[in-house]
């Protein structure tokens, strides 16, 4: 008798887990299809405000799987979760004046990666970054300021010999310059782009549109 209440047991957790596949693991690919997806809700006006909830809040409480990591800029214009019609526990964020990558910002974005097993990481820039300007303009800075300009001034240089508006092409240029030091980084987050479970994406967000301009989209 013992042994059939056994068998029935294990048939139905046997049933229960075909009623109920183990989830597929998000791909870089799919990650970034999403974001593109709710990037689009975002600038249309369709957003869908999703993991906004009570629920979803105790359901955190244990734990968190978020499908990405944005590097993004501090300025108070560029939400991500808002950005992308995310909520909570979706995106793992990190902001820093001009979404520059220090040790803090790279130890950050490595915990998510080899912890968390984060498959894609957003570098995005924005239209009018005042920190980007700043290392446009020079000149003294007070404070910690300039070693916030230092790390992008760089870039600045760079776009300094391109044609078109230096502003636009200093923001994408420092944008290029994080999503190549990451994926240069080692030990962690070059060794996962390597083996493919990692991809490492540049965009900058428009104040005016509301969209992302995905540098990988970018003839």
């Known amino acids: 008798m013992k042994s059939k209440r056994i068998a029935a047991i294990l048939l139905g957790i046997a049933l229960l887990g075909a009623a109920h596949p183990t ?53 108070s214009r560029v939400a991500p979760e808002i950005v992308f019609d995310k909520g909570l526990g979706d995106l793992f964020t990190v902001r820093v004046a001009g979404n520059i990558a220090g040790d803090p910002e790279i130890a950050s974005i490595e915990y998510a990666v080899e912890h968390l097993h984060v498959p894609l990481i957003v570098v995005m820039g924005h239209q009018s970054c005042g920190a980007v300007g700043a290392a446009i303009e020079g000149g003294e800075a007070p404070g910690h300021l300039p070693a916030l300009l230092d790390a992008i001034k760089p870039s600045v240089e760079k776009a300094r010999a391109m044609k078109g508006e230096l502003s636009d092409n200093a923001i994408r240029v420092n944008v290029e310059a994080v999503v190549a030091q990451l994926e240069a980084s080692h030990p962690i987050l070059a060794e996962h782009v390597a ?19 995905w540098l990988s989209d970018t003839p």
């Not at 870089?28 to 006006?45: C, I, Q």
């Not at 083996?195 to 301009?213: C, E, F, H, N, P």
Request: glycine letters at 8%.
């Open 195 to 213: 083996d493919g479970s990692l991809k490492i994406v540049g965009g900058v967000y428009s104040l005016k549109t509301g969209r992302v301009a």
């Open 23 to 75: 989830a597929t693991a998000p791909t870089p690919s799919s990650v970034l299809t999403e974001l593109k997806a709710g990037n689009e809700r975002f600038a249309s006006h369709h957003v869908t405000h999703p993991h906004q909830t009570a629920a979803r809040r105790t359901e955190l409480a244990s734990g968190q799987q978020p499908h990405a990591v944005v590097l993004a800029c501090a300025d």
